[in-house]
């Protein structure tokens, strides 16, 4: 019943003919620098509200997490002197010389790790808040992502807690709010896509940090990328998302990290729920049955 | 460079990705660090010491990269007998005078020279006359200094004891890992990577390069700093070279184009100086007094530039028989530079300003006397995209709340015109590699809003409209100025006109009419015009060149096609220097510019910057100067001496060589010198500038930590464009405080909680942000806390989204001599848990601490430095 | 004690996201549940001819029924397209299904009280009445065939989240629920019927309840971690409320509720109650399962470390 299933081609599965190749990012976190650059490209392109103007405390993060208001977010980690030392952590991203050419010292010279990473949403190839949505707002585009149709939304907010990521919300604010009232994310920016373009979070960041093309190149590449930092010595570096086979069949936009997933605020194991969905389903069959039999059973001697 | 610079720091980030090493030197931890293979914190205003501790190292360890040296620096030059330097009088030089605060250079000269030193520029450039308390030199840009002649003395071995080279062993032997620890904090083991990676990064193979912005030059000795960097750069042979150079991060977007065409009061176009009053009577007095025909180099063509702006500006008006109008020119009789002029408008001095794209009232030092200062003016224009604090602040400025100002009683008229965005007008902006870039208008402006170009096109027009008739004398230069642009749509002046007027053209000859291609065209007999000589070549061929956006990828890896750089887009100076004396390239891996024999001429990869057929091997006849007089090995063609100058014999006010000077609010007492501070910065002392004590003077203790100003990328600097933004001022919608949780113990400060902080000048509140990124340090065995503020946030101002306390307002006014710039990357104050009392009770509160550091108008300025340590 | 799990998260905030939902989705549980049970007892009622209980049990599903629609409505971002449910029927989506549950089993329910209302009506409606009145068995039927699906969804609909509580819930939810129908059905059985006609109330409610309650119990012991949301703070106190209501509304209606009326009633509204507080607590332990990055992080830890060992 779930649409759980292992799928490489997420867009052909929801009827598309002849999509084009499944586009994703690939974040690489190691060359983040923080600028936020995203955030605001994605915030201008998109014409999102302002989210608040409370200081967190959060490092530089004063944004807290992804929203409906939100859409790329960056997280700043300070991993202070004591901490780094105690854990063995590598205390920076080191990038691999080239062959041949000697470093005279690494990365543990700085004493204290700042770590930044720019999130959004997954574009999960079982993506729970497109499976969950009553309405149908949730589509899965000819790009492989997941977009949702603000004219149908209804605002019910399933699809928020569905998401194991938190990345969907339903959007605040007073009435007269631009799409107020229903649920709102990343729709790796599907407007510009459709014209050949660069999502503007990914155009607007610096470093190339946010790296956009066709899905399996970006795999390649972060692969690649990983296994050189592990050559420089950064034992920590990791890809999270990348896996056809993890719990969600793989993330459309998936991350390198430099610690592990929570310390992100990112689930370490996320499951899409309805792969569970066939059993619930089961259970609930089961439930009602009984439910139907015991009432049977409430009428077997009455009579008036 | 990370938080200020982000666009730019992807290069770092790809040099890094190549193998390049990072390594950031800064008090605090920010994003950059976060980036860095290395990270050194060190106190704030230190560097000096830390950068003179490298030079000892290079020196010491003989780790220079000698044949550059030798042959491209002026380490072999011989200095006067008469100089005495700053190891031998315990922090001066020979020639202070304590009277006036200045230096006589004579006895810093070229040996040879001394007596023209003194009738050189040096003089004739000229101080404020001893009377008016400030400092003035010369704003040297892209120009050396200018020497009589050429004819120097040289020890190529280097060991004559009056050699250059010899006397910076001497100066910084005292430079040791020890001593900078003692003022840095830096512990020897840190530095000692530093050194490593630095010498072993430069060389024939390699070259490393430095980057500063503000937290070098907002110094009392900021130019020093830059002196220092540029000291190391030329000893291991860094300079001219590709991955090389020292690299000043600009500011905002134009600063760069701001300078070239200058916005500043001792400038003209193209790093000309502005003729003085009583001094550069005639054109010729002004040219001698700029440049000597018998020194190397370009800048003896001075005449071709000066006459050709002259052109530019009175067209036909001026005439070889009128001097080409020279006459006309403004001619500076004082220091008029920006904190100056805030002087003079306190004391009445000043009618009305002009504000356009500045935020005093934030963004400049000592707010408080910034706003007291325009609150004395009869009429104010302010040109902003929004209604910033300084046009307001009159009716809801920090001084209304407390009392010490009354709207009833500021008889200021302002007047607020809304400005174009860059996004609203086609223009250049000049960056920091001199690249000019130009951008097209994406949408028109909105409402009122008009271009800066518009305001003074039609202001002038008005203006000459206006004295149409005017028959006097000083009218003249207004009614002859050549003022016709073509209009576009709403009466908004070709900006393409403009650039094309900057570049010049042939105004007689066969070529009358066309546009110049270089500047070697100039003509100093009035037959070429051109606004600004550096620039010209950038319309050559009639082609917009900085509008040119050739991709990276589909030309060479200098890429010349993308805008256009000055000199004749030249993307690397003195890029003789990237090839050996011989013309070979140091290195295949560094290869840039070199000699090519078969043909006689340059090639590489970039434009040469040296005469193209001049082989490596020529040699003038002596006495020879100019562009002539420049031998095959002499790359640095704008110099005098056609050498790197490892020290200045001339052109500095402080000094020919950096010496550690502490900043002049500093808890600590200098370990070098008896000599605590600059003895030649610029002061203002008075009441609404005062100082704090430093050691030796006794109250320092009520002002035990030092505190520094910077940005955070999501803010622009006094905010006009960021606090009014939504997308920004989310991303950091308060005024803050970095603290480390050492000092956060030290004084019962919380986390997210508030702190007043206070300097001489008054307390200001921020939360607080407790953050292992700022770490104590220890410094002469003391431990030093510094605090750091963002200095972005403002009181006042009309719908801005975020405000708060600006940490301008606990600034004091203290200044570089060179460049008249403030020292607002270090001072002293204290930092107490809990909000700042407001209204009356602020003032009352900020009074309690003068009277227990014993403040007077004349603390702190104490030009020589008494003995003693302060306890 | 269990030792506290030691966790990283991004300073303590949540990792996947409360649902945006108020009050109202915890009293649909509890109406649409109600309902459920009620219908079941209509029809029962109806083809074991027992009218008083059969009209209670019809008012009741279609109060809840309704109730629980408006309820449902009034908590949508965008009230005015709750048609847009409609346009789709998705078997992923608990909701989606739900919906069409709903959208089915309201009109018959309707229908089935509209022809006890009418019949108290003291003036005849002479055609109208006859309809409704030929009408009201087959769609009380039908709506009782549907309300198994009604009562038990609903457990799907909370289970298919990310949130941590729900999700650890998901085998036993629908069960809870499904019993929490019964008992609550039941109990307003029971208030609204003379003694005679409510035994089958009765003893719907007392099954209802040991169901409930037995599968609450194993609900917690197979929700590991995120058990805790439910023994803490204010889900703590609803289900704790809830056990004493339930089992104390069972006990009272087998006892004494067979032959006095007024503790019958008294007990009804113990088990109505008890319902309430049961679907309040699940609710809210749900919610504060997601808040605490905790439940997100620890057991999703546990599961890569049994996989890793495995
Ligand atoms: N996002 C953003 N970008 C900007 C601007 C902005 O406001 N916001 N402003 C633009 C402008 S106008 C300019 S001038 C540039 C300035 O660019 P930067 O110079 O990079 O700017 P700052 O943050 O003022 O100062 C840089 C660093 O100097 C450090 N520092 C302070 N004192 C010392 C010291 O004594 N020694 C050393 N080594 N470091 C010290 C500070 O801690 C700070 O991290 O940025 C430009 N770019
Ligand atoms: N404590 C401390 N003080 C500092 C510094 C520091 O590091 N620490 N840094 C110093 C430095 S480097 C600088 S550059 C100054 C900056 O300080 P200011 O120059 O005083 O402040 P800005 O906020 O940059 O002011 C620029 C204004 O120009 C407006 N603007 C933008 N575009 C246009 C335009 O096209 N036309 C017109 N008319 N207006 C426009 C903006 O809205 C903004 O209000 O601050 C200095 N002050
Ligand atoms: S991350 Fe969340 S919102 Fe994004 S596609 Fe996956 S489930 Fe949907
Ligand atoms: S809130 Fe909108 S997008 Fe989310 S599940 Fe409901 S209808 Fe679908
Ligand atoms: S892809 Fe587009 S919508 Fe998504 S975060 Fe980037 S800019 Fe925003
Ligand atoms: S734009 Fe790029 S570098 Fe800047 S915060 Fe976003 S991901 Fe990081
Ligand atoms: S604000 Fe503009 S000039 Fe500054 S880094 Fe960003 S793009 Fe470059
Ligand atoms: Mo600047």
């Not at chain 2, 430069?202 to 000795?221: A, D, I, P």
């Not at chain 2, 009577?281 to 001698?288: Q, V």
């Not at chain 2, 002029?341 to 306190?346: E, Q, R, S």
């Not at chain 3, 309650?213 to 609900?219: D, G, H, I, P, T």
């Amino acid at each position: 019943m779930s649409r759980w299933t292992r799928t490489a081609d997420p867009a052909a599965d929801a009827g598309w003919k002849n999509a084009p190749p499944r586009k994703g990012f690939f974040t690489d976190s190691s060359i983040c620098i923080g600028c936020k650059a995203c955030e605001v490209a994605c915030k201008e392109w998109n014409g999102i509200p302002e989210d608040g103007l409370e200081m967190l405390g959060m490092s530089y993060d004063n944004t807290g997490s992804l929203g409906a208001s939100t859409w790329r977010h960056v997280a700043f980690i300070e991993q202070p002197r004591r901490a780094v030392a105690a854990s063995g952590l590598t205390p920076l991203p080191v990038v691999a010389a080239r062959p041949g050419e000697n470093r005279s010292f690494d990365g543990a010279e700085t004493g204290i790790r700042w770590l930044m990473s720019s999130d959004v949403c997954k574009h999960c190839t079982n993506a729970a808040c497109l499976d969950v949505c009553p309405t149908g707002s949730l589509m899965r585009t000819e790009f492989g992502t997941v977009v949702v149709q603000d004219d149908i939304c209804n605002g019910c907010g399933y699809c928020i807690p569905a998401c194991p990521f938190g990345v969907i919300d339903r959007r605040q604010g007073p009435p007269g709010t631009r799409n107020v009232g229903i649920a709102q994310k990343c729709t790796l920016c599907y407007d510009r896509l459709g014209d050949g373009m660069t999502p503007a979070c990914a155009q607007a960041c610096p470093t190339q940090s946010i790296q956009y093309g066709d899905l399996d190149e970006l795999r390649v590449r972060a692969q690649h990328r990983v296994d050189a930092l592990h050559a420089a010595g950064v034992a920590d570096a990791q890809l999270y998302g990348a896996d056809p086979n993890d719990g969600i069949g793989g993330a459309g936009a998936f991350f390198l990290l430099l610690d592990e997933p929570e310390v992100y605020g990112l689930p370490p194991d996320p499951v899409v729920t309805t792969r569970d969905l066939p059993a619930m389903w089961r259970t609930a069959a089961i439930a009602g049955a009984t439910l139907l039999a015991g009432a049977a059973v409430a009428f077997v001697r009455a009579r008036s | 460079m990370a938080e200020c610079h982000p666009v730019g720091f992807q290069w770092v980030m790809e040099a890094k990705d190549r193998g390049a090493t990072v390594i950031h030197i800064d008090p605090r931890f920010t994003r950059t660090s976060a980036m860095a293979d290395l990270y050194v914190p060190l106190r704030a205003g230190s560097d000096i010491a830390f950068l003179g501790g490298i030079i000892n190292y290079i020196l010491s360890g003989e780790k220079y990269f000698r044949e550059y040296v030798v042959s491209y620096t002026n380490a072999a030059t011989i200095i006067s007998e008469d100089f005495q330097d700053a190891d031998q009088l315990d922090g001066f030089f020979s020639g202070f005078d304590p009277k006036t605060g200045t230096y006589d250079t004579t006895s810093w000269a070229y040996e040879g020279m001394e007596t023209a030193a003194a009738a050189g520029s040096r003089a004739v450039a000229g101080r404020q006359p001893p009377a008016q308390a400030g400092g003035g030199g010369d704003e040297l840009g892209g120009r050396g200094a200018a020497l009589p002649h050429s004819e120097v003395r040289r020890d190529e071995s280097l060991e004559d004891p009056f050699c250059v080279f010899q006397i910076l062993k001497r100066h910084y032997a005292r430079y040791t890992p020890e001593m900078v620890e003692r003022i840095c904090g830096v512990p020897p083991d840190q530095f000692a990577k530093v050194c490593e990676a630095v010498t072993a990064n430069s060389g024939r193979e390699r070259t490393t390069s430095w980057v500063y912005s503000v937290g070098w030059t907002q110094h009392s000795v900021g130019v020093q700093y830059i002196r220092g960097a540029a000291i190391i750069q030329l000893l291991l042979g860094n300079m001219g070279r590709p991955g090389g150079g020292i690299l000043a991060l600009r500011g905002h977007a134009s600063i760069q184009g701001s300078t070239d065409i200058p916005t500043l009061f001792d400038l003209l176009p193209g790093y000309l100086p502005m003729p003085k009053a009583g001094v550069h009577g005639s054109l010729d007095d002004y040219l001698t007094s700029i440049k000597s025909d018998r020194q190397k180099g370009f800048w003896t063509a001075a005449d071709t530039y000066v006459v050709s702006l002259l052109k530019a500006w009175w067209g036909d008006a001026a005439t070889p028989e009128n001097d080409f109008g020279f006459g006309w020119l403004p001619r500076i009789n004082a220091d008029h530079s920006n904190y100056q002029t805030i002087v003079d408008m306190l004391d009445g001095k000043v009618e009305g300003y002009f504000l356009l794209g500045q935020n005093p009232a934030v963004g400049s030092a000592n707010g408080k006397m910034q706003r007291l200062a325009m609150s004395r003016l009869q009429w104010l224009v302010v040109r902003d995209l929004n209604l910033i604090e300084s046009a307001t602040f009159w009716k809801d400025g920090p001084e209304i709340a407390t009392g010490e100002m009354r709207t009833e009683d500021i008889a200021t008229e302002v007047f607020f015109l809304p400005a174009a965005a860059h996004t609203e007008k086609d223009g250049t902006f000049t960056q920091t590699q001199r690249l000019l870039q130009w951008h097209h208008k994406a949408v028109e402006p909105s409402g009122d809003c008009r271009s800066e170009l518009h305001f003074f096109y039609h202001l002038g027009r008005m203006l000459r409209e206006r004295l149409e008739t005017s028959a006097l004398d000083r009218d003249l230069p207004l009614r002859q100025l050549v003022w016709e642009y073509p209009l576009l749509q709403g009466d908004e002046p070709d900006a393409e006109a403009v650039l094309r007027e900057i570049n010049g053209c042939h105004l007689s000859g066969e070529k009358a009419g066309q546009l110049l291609n270089s500047f070697v065209e100039m003509k100093a007999d009035g037959s070429t015009a051109g606004g600004c000589w550096i620039y010209t070549g950038v319309y050559s061929d009639g082609v917009n060149q900085s509008a040119r956006r050739k991709p990276g990828s589909e030309q060479s890896w200098v890429a010349p096609e993308w805008g256009w750089a000055w000199p004749m887009n030249r993307r690397i100076l003195y890029n003789r220097a990237s090839a050996d004396p011989a013309g070979r390239p140091w290195s295949e891996r560094k290869a840039y510019v070199w000699w090519d024999e078969a043909a006689g001429k340059w090639t590489g990869h970039d434009v040469p910057d040296f005469q193209a057929t001049k082989a490596p091997t020529f040699r003038p006849e002596p006495g020879i100067g100019g562009p002539d007089g420049l031998a095959g090995d002499d790359p640095f063609i704008m110099q005098s001496d056609g050498k790197g100058w490892l020290y200045a014999p001339s052109g500095l006010l402080d000094g020919p060589l950096p010496v550690h000077y502490e900043p002049i609010e500093s808890p600590l007492r200098n370990a070098m010198h008896t000599q605590q501070s600059n003895p030649t910065r610029e002061m203002f002392p008075r009441t609404e500038n005062l100082s704090s004590p430093s050691p030796p003077d006794l109250g320092a203790e009520v002002f035990p930590y030092v505190v520094t100003t910077y940005r955070l990328t999501e803010h622009h600097t006094a905010g006009g464009m960021s606090r009014w933004s939504p997308y920004l001022a989310e991303l950091q919608p308060e005024f803050f405080c970095e603290v480390s949780p050492e000092l956060a113990a030290e004084r019962g400060l919380e986390h997210l909680g508030w702190a007043t902080i206070v300097t001489a000048r008054t307390a200001i509140e921020a939360r607080v942000l407790v953050t292992d990124r700022l770490t104590p340090l220890t410094v002469g065995g003391r431990v030093i806390h510094q605090i750091g503020l963002p200095y972005h946030w403002g009181v006042g101002g009309g719908g801005a989204i975020v405000s708060g306390d600006s940490a301008n307002d606990l600034m004091g006014v203290s200044l570089d001599p060179n460049v008249h710039i403030q020292e607002s990357k270090a001072a002293a104050c204290d930092i107490q848990p809990g909000r700042r009392p407001t209204g009356a009770a602020l003032p009352r509160f900020v009074e309690a601490y003068r009277q227990r550091a014993g403040l007077s108008v004349d603390t702190g300025t104490t030009r020589i430095t008494p003995p003693g340590d302060g306890t | 004690m269990v030792p506290p799990a030691t966790f990283a998260s991004y300073y303590g905030r949540p990792i996947v996201k409360t649902a945006p939902w108020e009050r109202d989705i915890p009293a649909y549980l509890f109406l649409g549940g109600m309902a459920a049970g009620s219908s079941l007892l209509a029809a029962g009622a109806d083809l074991r001819n027992l009218p008083e209980l059969r009209r209670v049990a019809r008012i009741g599903a279609f109060v809840g029924g309704a109730a629980g629609t408006a309820a449902l409505i009034h908590d949508l971002g965008r009230p005015m397209r709750f048609l847009n449910m409609l346009r789709t029927a998705k078997p992923t989506s608990p909701m989606s299904v739900g919906t069409w549950v709903l959208a089915a089993y309201g009109p018959l329910a309707s229908a089935a009280a509209t022809a006890e209302i009418a019949a108290m009506m003291p003036r005849r409606l002479p055609i109208a009445g006859r309809v409704l009145a030929l009408s009201a068995r087959p769609a009380g039927v039908l709506a009782a065939a549907l309300a198994p699906a009604l009562a038990a969804y609903t457990g799907v609909l909370l289970s298919d989240t990310a949130t941590p509580a729900w999700h650890a819930a998901r085998r036993e939810l629908p069960f809870v629920f499904a019993g929490s129908a019964a008992a609550s059905a039941g109990g307003l059985a029971m208030v609204g019927t003379c003694l005679e006609q409510a035994a089958p109330a009765r003893r719907m409610a007392v099954g209802g309840a040991v169901v409930a309650l037995v599968m609450e119990a194993r609900m917690e012991r197979s929700m590991g971690l995120s058990a805790e949301t439910l023994h803490a703070g204010t889900a703590k106190r609803l289900m704790n409320a809830s056990r004493a209501l339930t089992a104390g509304g069972a006990i009272g209606a087998a006892v004494f509720g067979v032959r006095n009326r007024r503790a019958a009633q008294v007990s009804g509204v113990a088990l109505l109650a008890g319902s309430v507080c049961a679907r309040f607590a699940i609710f809210e332990a749900g919610q504060q399962s997601a808040r605490d990055p905790r439940y997100t992080v620890v057991p999703q830890r546990d599961r890569l470390q049994r996989a890793a060992n495995a």
